[in-house]
């Protein structure tokens, strides 16, 4: 794969919309992990030192393509401009008055940051024409793209897309950098290679499974992934994070796995709450035996011990998704034992440890442990998965061409 990069680009006194993942978890207005605006600083800060007027594009959550303050970028601005050591300039729309008026006012070297794209119905669509109208609205406001959002790479959405094809454009710093290290796990894996899923986005996530079955020795399964396998097993799961019109296919990925010979792993005991929230009474449960009005929140202490075990003697792991509900302290343990079984064996030599996605990034913080503890920590889960499942990835196509 050949991707121009920065160096390829005239940026001088030009105006440069950057497609940056800036999908932070926030409490109200409050950012409670900055790791991904951090990760963007460095190429925004190249282009300024390079004389650019950079426009900063990207989403937060999911708006579904209306304007929702819950998910605006303005506190993702002040934070931007804080370690930027710079204003940041926040335009109140995506590309109308306000984004025009912000960026003809940019001089060189200054920082706009546009508000979430995902508040346009053209951003996500699926009908090309709409997503294609939308993206030259976009490219309008610039005169050079770079793509520099890793986590949003696997998405075929306008601003990671259709843009690049109507502007000169390059991958940002961030990108090339996340593309060197997944290589490395795409090509000469060493095994035993163990995958641990988890997180919310089961959908999503289920998707990569059947690809990933045929590329690794080891699939782990917690988090809110794992509810939706022990169902398909047959057992009750309360009121757990489910994925029902998935249960087919999650049956034969069980089979699969099991012609393959490779071990696909389930929780064996769950922290099984009567409610969702920090202080939930809860109780540890074999997860064949999850109460009806019960849903599980994490992994219980068996299992954490049954997954530290998988991955102990593992040469290569790629983790995506936290074991539980991080957030509330009393649903965190399973993570964390998970994160500190990729700790122990990044530090004895044995394994190249990879972790994916902005969760899952921002639990290794939370929990105070060390982030140089891993090979590699990604800012992207599912772009990183697509990636390891050998997918063509819309977002880095886009930047080939
Ligand atoms: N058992 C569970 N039930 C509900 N939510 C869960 C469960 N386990 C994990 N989660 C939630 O999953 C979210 C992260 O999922 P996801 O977005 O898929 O991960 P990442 O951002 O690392 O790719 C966290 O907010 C966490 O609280
Ligand atoms: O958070 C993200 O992905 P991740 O949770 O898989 O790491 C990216 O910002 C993409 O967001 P999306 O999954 O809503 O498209």
Request: glycine share 12%.
């Amino acid at each position: 794969m050949s991707m121009r990069t920065l160096d390829d680009l005239d940026v001088k006194g030009r105006r440069v919309l950057v497609r940056a993942d800036l999908n932070v978890p926030l409490e109200g207005e409050t950012i409670t992990d900055d790791g991904r605006i951090r990760a963007s600083v460095p190429t925004i800060k190249a282009l300024v030192g390079r004389g650019a007027k950079v426009v900063v594009c990207a989403h937060l959550g999911r708006p579904k393509g209306k304007a929702d303050p819950k998910y605006s970028l303005g506190p993702v601005a002040g934070r931007l401009g804080e370690l930027l050591g710079q204003d940041v300039a926040f335009a109140t729309d995506v590309v109308g008055d306000s984004a025009r008026s912000t960026v003809d006012k940019l001089q060189d070297g200054q920082v706009a940051l546009l508000e979430n794209l995902r508040y346009e119905p053209g951003e996500e669509s699926k009908d090309d024409a709409e997503r294609r109208a939308f993206a030259e609205k976009l490219a309008g406001l610039a005169e050079v793209y770079v793509g520099d959002g890793f986590g949003a790479v696997h998405r075929k959405h306008a601003s990671v897309y259709d843009v690049p094809r109507l502007l000169p454009h390059a991958a940002g710093g961030l990108v090339v950098a996340e593309v060197e290290v997944l290589k490395k796990l795409t090509e000469s894996p060493e095994r035993p290679y163990a995958v641990v899923l988890g997180g919310a986005k089961v959908s999503d996530k289920l998707g990569v499974i059947a690809n990933l079955l045929s590329k690794v020795d080891r699939l782990l399964i917690g988090g809110g992934m794992a509810y939706t396998f022990l169902k398909a097993q047959g057992h009750e799961v309360g009121r757990s994070l489910l994925q029902e019109d998935q249960l087919d296919q999650v049956r034969g990925f069980l089979a699969e796995a099991a012609e393959r010979g490779v071990e696909l792993v389930l929780p064996v005991d769950v922290l099984a709450a009567v409610t969702f929230a920090p202080d939930a009474e809860h109780d540890v449960v074999e997860s064949t035996a999850i109460p009806a009005d019960r849903e599980g929140l994490d992994i219980g202490p068996k299992t954490r011990e049954l997954f530290a075990s998988k991955l102990a003697d593992a040469g290569t792991v790629f983790w995506n998704g936290p074991m539980g509900v991080f957030e509330f302290d009393a649903f965190s343990g399973g993570t964390r034992a998970v994160a500190e079984a990729l700790i122990a064996r990044t530090a004895e030599g044995g394994a190249f440890t990879v972790v994916g996605g902005g969760d899952s990034a921002a639990a290794v913080r939370r929990l105070g442990l060390p982030e140089d503890g891993f090979s590699h920590i990604s800012t992207g889960g599912g772009a990183s998965l697509e990636y390891l499942e050998g997918k063509t990835l819309p977002g880095l196509a886009a930047l080939e061409d």
